[in-house]
C-alpha cells in the first residue's frame, strides 16, 4: 500500500477535499507527502532509502567528514552514524581515518555504491514521469524552478534568523 489510510483516507487518487485544496500550504504539505511515500516505496526496491541515497549522492564527488554530511543533509549526527553503519552493512560506503585529523572520520563511496546510486537514479526518472505524468515539461521545469526558489528562501530565512 502506498498511501497511509490514517493520513489520505480513502480518496487516495483524487485531490485533497476542496476546502482544504485552497490552502497553498496545505496543498504543497499534501503532495509532498503522497510524493514522498511513492519515492520511498520505489527506492525501497534498489534496497535503499532516501537517506541512504542522499549520502551515497553527496560522496560522489570524493569523501566527506561524517559530521559534514550530518550538515549537509540536515541530519542529526547519530541518525547519520546509523546510516554510515547501514551503508557498510550494505558495502557501499566505508569509514576510513581521516588523513591530517585524527578525531576525523572519513566516508568513502564504494563503487558498488556508485552502481547502486545508477540504480536509485533510473528508479527515480521511473516515479517521478508518473508522479508528474498530468505536468507538461515546461509545467515540470517551472515547477522545479519555484521550488528550487523557495527551497534557497528557506535556507537564506534560516541563515539570517542565526
Known amino acids: 500500500m502506498i498511501f497511509n ?20 500550504g496545505f496543498l504543497l504539505s499534501w503532495v509532498a507527502a503522497r510524493a514522498g511515500e511513492q519515492y520511498e516505496e520505489v527506492l525501497a526496491e534498489t534496497g535503499l532509502k532516501p537517506l541512504h541515497l542522499g549520502v551515497l549522492t553527496q560522496l560522489q564527488n570524493g569523501p566527506l567528514v561524517q559530521s559534514r554530511l550530518s550538515e549537509r543533509l540536515s541530519v542529526f549526527k547519530p541518525v547519520m552514524v546509523t546510516l554510515v553503519n547501514e551503508l557498510e552493512a550494505m558495502d557501499l560506503a566505508e569509514r576510513r581515518p581521516h ?64
Open 99 to 162: 588523513p591530517r585529523d585524527r578525531r576525523a572520520v572519513e566516508v568513502h563511496l564504494l563503487p558498488a555504491g556508485v552502481r547502486k546510486i545508477r540504480d536509485a537514479e533510473q528508479v527515480s526518472e521511473r516515479i517521478s514521469g508518473e508522479f508528474f505524468g498530468p505536468l507538461t515539461p515546461e509545467e515540470r521545469q517551472s515547477l522545479h524552478a519555484l521550488l528550487a526558489k523557495l527551497a534557497g528562501g528557506a535556507a537564506t530565512s534560516r541563515r539570517k534568523e542565526s
Open 5 to 24: 489510510d490514517s493520513v489520505f483516507g480513502d480518496a487516495r487518487s483524487e485531490g485533497p477535499p476542496e476546502e482544504l485544496a485552497r490552502s497553498t
